[in-house]
């Protein structure tokens, strides 16, 4: 994720740069298509599996929501209890909603505090009937019982539940004709040192940290809605004005949509990867599946090949630059705009490079932001480099890591700490992005290894969670140095 707030002038300047750069260069030579979607199909063997139907009420702004989940015991122990995250729970109240925050009321909710959240009707174990709890006030954390579950052994969860959509401009909730799912639909929460993770829906940084899964979905909706949604879409029927969208993803880390009645559709090919485009205009969502095709045949080139089968961008309303899912991209309407038209393609660099950093390679994004957003911001610049040439490169290492290396901070943070510690969304941007990014720009500039590295990295870690210290080991095998004390230079250490 990016923050926009206070950010566009930067990203214009650099806008003017890369379009000045473009036409001198060539694009890079295409990558085999043979492999789209094959590293995903393979890791999904043995994974929990997520069933959902979905129906889509904008009439009354409400999705229905039935889960079936087949559960299989891989923490080691006994348990209990199931966690499941209902993440769209914290939107009840403005005390507890990420989006009511005073840094982004206004612009989440123009016209006043709308109430959203989850009501679960039902919950069953093995088909028989028990009492699921919400653990927390903000209603994102809710306890089913399962008896006594040994390890090895498994069961299936069912869970009726009815989602209220607010009337707010984030990842769950509507604005401007667009219905925005992100981190909505429940899902197991993370088996972590012999507990469930029950980390709060923190309103900065992306507090969201979960295993790969396989997930089908139903998704009935009006026959007049577009629907951008994480996965390859395996049918499609309409009937009585509604349409029942059957979609499939496999070895994702989240399913996400979001639907508009308002988009236009744009379609592209690169590598083998389907790329869809949803705009408020064609030649917008053309223009975005353009930008689209470069950032994925770069990263590719330089990562490994993409891991799914399709990418999809779609223009939302929130106050973020754009938010990251599994093969889905959030982006800002801002940058749609004719004004902000080439600064559209930095903001899908960034947040397509999360396809290897999150989607493909997780970490903990809510003890070690960094480990994602650092890696992306390096990316970005990466991608700058190759495409435009060293000029536009170095003014956006100026702009994007020399100048929050040298900003006054007035929080005592640092790239490596938890997203709780920020209060700020502008410090969170400047510290975990720019200062992050040094990090890996100084391993560059010590080694010259730090694509090769990357590389190793999402080769070594696909569709698992990577800790730091994972990081960092990995790091000194590839370098053939110790990179610890760098690594603590850059992370751990306060700067005025």
């Keep these: 994720m990016r923050s926009i707030i206070g950010k566009r002038q930067i990203w214009a300047a650099l806008a003017a740069l890369v379009c000045v750069a473009a036409a001198a260069l060539a694009l890079p030579r295409l990558l085999p298509p043979a492999t789209a979607g094959q590293r995903a199909l393979a890791a999904s063997e043995g994974l929990n599996r997520y069933v959902f139907d979905l129906e889509f009420l904008p009439e009354e702004t409400a999705l229905t929501v039935s889960l079936t989940l087949d559960y299989a015991n891989h923490t080691g122990g006994s348990v209990q209890d199931l966690i ?36 679960v009707t039902e919950a069953r174990w093995n088909d028989q009937a028990v009492e699921a709890v919400f653990e927390d006030t903000a209603q994102t954390v809710l306890r089913v019982p399962v008896g006594e579950l040994p390890a090895g052994s498994g069961g299936q969860l069912t869970l009726q539940c009815r989602l209220t959509v607010p009337n707010c401009a984030h990842r769950f909730g509507f604005s401007k004709g667009v219905w925005q799912f992100g981190n ?53 029927k309409t009937a009585d004005g509604k349409q029942v969208i059957t979609l499939e993803a496999e070895a994702v880390r989240e399913f996400s949509f979001s639907l508009s009645d308002q988009w236009q559709k744009a379609t592209a090919r690169v590598n083998g990867i389907a790329v869809e485009s949803y705009a408020f205009t064609r030649e917008a969502a053309q223009r975005a599946a353009g930008y689209a095709r470069k950032v994925l045949r770069e990263y590719g080139s330089l990562y490994g090949d993409y891991p799914y089968a399709g990418l999809t961008l779609c223009a939302v309303d929130f106050p973020f630059g754009g938010m990251e899912y599994p093969g ?98 502008d410090v969170y941007s400047a510290v975990v992005y720019g ?12 080694t010259g290894k730090t694509d090769a590295f990357l590389k190793a990295y999402c080769d070594a870690f696909a569709f698992q969670i990577a800790s730091r210290e994972d990081f960092i080991t990995l790091l000194n095998r590839v370098t053939q140095e110790d990179m610890e004390p760098l690594a603590a230079d850059y992370l751990d250490t306060l700067m005025q």
């Design 328 to 425: 889905l991209i959030f982006a800002g309407l801002p940058y749609y705009g004719e004004e902000w038209a080439d600064s559209l393609e930095l903001l899908i660099a960034h947040e397509a490079a999360h396809q290897w950093f999150y989607a493909l390679v997780g970490s903990d994004q809510v003890n070690e932001p960094w480990q994602d957003e650092a890696l992306c911001e390096y990316a970005l610049l990466r991608y700058v480099r190759s495409v435009y040439g060293q000029s536009a490169y170095e003014n956006l290492v100026l702009t994007r890591v020399d100048a929050p290396m040298k900003e006054r901070i007035p929080q005592r943070v640092t790239p490596g700490s938890p997203i709780s510690y920020f209060g700020s969304l």
């Design 84 to 119: 499941l995250r209902t993440w769209a729970g914290a939107y009840r109240s403005e005390e507890t909603s990420p989006a009511a925050i005073d840094e982004l009321f206004d612009a989440c909710y123009p016209q006043g505090f709308s109430p959203g959240g989850i009501e």
């Design 184 to 236: 909505a639909l429940p899902i197991l929460s993370v088996w972590q040192d012999g507990a469930w993770r029950t980390d709060a829906y923190f309103p900065i940084g992306d507090p969201f940290f979960s295993e790969c899964a396989n997930y089908s979905v139903t998704l009935t909706a009006p026959s007049d809605f577009l629907c951008a949604a994480t996965g390859v879409r395996r049918g499609q």
């Design 435 to 446: 200062r992050g990014a040094a990090l890996l720009l100084a391993v560059e500039e010590m």
